[in-house]
Structure formats: C-alpha cells, structure tokens
C-alpha cells in the first residue's frame, strides 16, 4: 500500500566535493587580482573561508553561489506537489512520463491527513480504485498511455530526477518551508535541506523559512513564528 511507504523518498546524489571552498575561491576573484586556481589551492582556512561567505551573502551578492549545483532523487510524491515544485523557474526536472510509463493495477497514490481525519479514506481509497480499473480497462482497449493518463488524478505519486544551484535552492527552503505552503511539499523540501545540511552544516543558517531570514513575516497570512510586516 502507498501510505505504508516512508513518502516521499528523497536522496542527494550529487553535489559539489567542497561547497564552501568554491564560494569563497569565487567571492575573492572578484576582489583579487591573483588567478582564481591559486585563491582556490592555497585556501585551507574553513573558519576564514566562512567568515568571508558570511560576509558577501549578507551584502547581497548571490550569484556567487550559483557554482554550486545539487542533484536530488525523488519519488512518492502526488502530482499535485511536482506542479507546484516545477515552477521553481530555475530548476531542472526529469520526471516520469505518464505518456510512456503505463500503470499497472493500482497505481501509487497520496492520501492528504486530513482526508484520512475527515473519515473519507475509505470512500477516497474506493474511488482510486475505481480509476485505476477503469484506466486499465481503457489501455486493454487499445486507449494508448498519453491518453489514458487523463483519469489519473493529482494525488497520483511521481518520480523526478531535480537539480538547482545554491541560489535556487536557498529560495526554495525560503519559500516552500513556510507554513502557508502544501503540507506534503514542505516535508519534501525539509527532506532536501537536512541532507544538505548533513554534508554542510554551515548550511543551516540558510536553509530556512523566509521569515528566518528576514526576521518578519511578509504573508498575508502568519502563523505567529515571527511578528508581520506587510
């Protein structure tokens, strides 16, 4: 059953050797008149590295950390949640095809807490099973995949290969860690910041809901965490 899986699944497969050493090397290029490859062999100072980073961060200077690009592994996750990650603008998506990909039985799907509090699981469970017969029974009729998949509903679970520098990355925490945003993308988004963070815990101070960062809340709607500012 889907809701016995540990959703979503989320895994960082790539990311650079040494994040904070090509930030700096980066940073000090635009302030030195040495070869960018020696400010990054003789740089061995973490404590003097992140001071400087600290420093051109807080100044707003960001695109020096566009060097760095992190790849992650997703899956379990509703359909509904990858529409709204894939309009971080500045990420890369490979996501399975629901137009060469056929399901087979019942597909995977996500069931929101508060359908399952609202006591509709079992009419929602029902109702997906329903869907997938009748999705079957469309491709055993020759209904080919890209055209079948219109009955497949939102909550129906993809997989996706993301990448995005830490610029992107840093606004996406900002953003989808807030409360105001979907319950499931959150967890998502949380999973990707603490495996980040594992390899980097500098990282931390970064890798925050928005309100953290500006220290107010600029939603319409706060959940009190930090005072409004709108």
Not at 70 to 75: A, E, H, L, M
Not at 192 to 197: E, P, S, V
Not at 217 to 224: A, M, V
Request: glycine share 4%.
């Amino acid at each position: 059953m889907t809701q016995e899986k540990e959703f979503p699944i989320v895994n960082l497969i790539s990311m650079p050797e040494n994040p904070l050493k090509t930030i700096y090397a980066a940073c000090r290029t635009c302030y030195s008149a040495d070869y960018p490859i020696n400010i990054w062999e003789n740089a061995t100072d973490n404590e003097k590295m992140l001071k400087l980073v600290k420093r051109v961060l807080a100044s707003g200077h960001h695109s020096t950390i566009e060097h760095c690009q992190y790849v992650f592994t997703i899956s379990g996750v509703s359909r509904a949640c990858t529409h709204q990650l894939v309009r971080h603008r500045h990420m890369s998506f490979s996501q399975k095809s629901q137009r060469y990909v056929t399901e087979k039985g019942l597909f995977e799907y996500i069931t929101p807490n508060t359908i399952k509090k609202a006591g509709f699981e079992a009419e929602y469970d029902e109702f997906m099973n329903k869907t997938a017969e009748f999705y079957e029974k469309m491709i055993n009729q020759g209904i080919p995949a890209e055209d079948a998949r219109f009955v497949l509903p939102n909550a129906a679970t993809s997989s996706l290969v993301a990448s995005l520098n830490l610029r992107e990355f840093i606004h996406l925490a900002n953003i989808r860690l807030c409360t105001n945003a979907q319950h499931e993308i959150r967890i998502m988004v949380k999973k990707m910041c603490d495996l980040a963070i594992e390899k980097d815990s500098w990282l931390a101070e970064y890798l925050v809901p928005k309100c953290e960062a500006l220290g107010h809340c600029d939603e319409i709607r706060g959940c009190g965490r930090k005072p409004q500012k709108i």
